[in-house]
């Protein structure tokens, strides 16, 4: 198993570097960050500092999506950062959230979603497209097209990443429900006539390590309903026979999300969330509850875990992964 970090833009520049140098020594292969351009810093010039300030981190937002920036401008961008980090670029994409609903715009479809995957992946190829009527090419774009990492949790969509993605970003540490997403994403490499073991799956989420549970789940409960968000969209989708009620039945008391508290510890718009849903969702407890999470995460196929490094304490946690967890699995 790969361990990666993801850090929220919120915090100052120099933090951003001085973390990611300090979980690259400590034996984190990914570095990733937000990209929310109206609640945080731009992504862009930060993962710049971390490209160069890093010699093999991958580095990728977790993630962007089409529909904020031109297509364009995002292979432009991603090109560029690949030939100034020697090809370690990973992007990782979506529909959208809190970029698009901050601003009172709603996610893209799938179908943009999937196109604009397919744009990215011929321009930053330097191989010529036709787009909107334009022959459109970027020859300078050498260093090859990074990976592609797609966020998803429905059907449609999971199967959409079995289709195209190099990677799938799946935000919970529920072992259950990463099986559950992974028959769709097989299931969509199937019907491309892709090799389903190919893909990489990423387990996305928060971790505390503490054997006072209780504070625990103070530091992270926050996470489960950043979620909700995708699971309320799910819910206006699917019929409920089609999604798992392990996914879906604790929004039932959700009141609304304030995106200005957008990954916020402490927030109220976690006060619907239960200790179980926080449990299932995250990792908490002792560095062995932390082990055997992982373990089980390993198990269900997961490749990746990284770490969304919001919950405070950054610095100790990086450590406790770096002695504790790290040599153990990775």
């Known amino acids: 198993m790969q361990f990666g970090i993801t850090l929220k833009p919120d915090i100052s520049v120099d933090r951003v570097v001085s973390l990611a140098r300090q979980a690259e020594a400590a034996g984190f292969s990914y570095g990733w960050i937000f990209d929310s351009h109206v609640l945080w810093k731009e992504c862009y010039p930060l ?87 334009t022959a459109t090419r970027m020859p300078w774009a050498t260093a090859g097209a990074p990976r592609v990492w797609v966020a998803a949790y429905g059907p449609k969509a999971l199967k959409l990443a079995g289709r195209v993605a190099d990677g799938v970003i799946l935000q919970f540490a529920d072992p259950a429900l990463i099986e559950w997403c992974c028959g769709f994403v097989r299931e969509g490499a199937r019907e491309a006539g892709r090799d389903f073991s190919k893909i990489q799956i990423m387990s996305a989420a928060p971790v505390w390590l503490d054997s006072d549970l209780n504070k625990c789940r103070d530091r992270v409960r926050w996470f489960p309903a950043l979620v909700s968000n995708h699971v309320m969209d799910l819910i206006a989708r699917y019929k409920p026979e089609e999604l798992p009620p392990a996914l879906t039945a604790f929004v039932r008391n959700r009141a609304g999300y304030d995106y200005h508290h957008h990954a916020e510890v402490g927030s109220d718009n976690a006060g619907f969330v239960s200790d179980e849903v926080t449990d299932r969702f995250c990792i908490i407890g002792t560095a062995d509850a932390h082990r055997q999470k992982l373990a089980q995460l390993r198990k269900a196929g997961v490749h990746q875990f990284n770490i969304y490094l919001m919950c405070g304490e950054e610095e100790q946690t990086i450590k406790d992964y770096e002695k504790e967890i790290i040599p153990a699995l990775g």
Request: charged share 25%; proline share 3%; with cysteine.
């Open 47 to 133: 993962m710049t500092l971390m490209a160069t300030n890093t010699k093999k981190m991958h580095i990728g937002p977790c993630v962007t999506n089409p529909a904020v920036r031109d297509i364009t401008v995002t292979s432009s961008l991603f090109a560029t950062l690949n030939l100034i980090s020697g090809g370690r670029m990973e992007l990782g994409i979506g529909r959208g959230d809190s970029s698009r609903r901050v601003l009172g715009k709603k996610p893209t479809t799938l179908e943009n979603l999937e196109e604009a995957i397919r744009t990215f992946r011929e321009l930053t190829s330097a191989r010529e497209i036709t787009y909107d009527g």
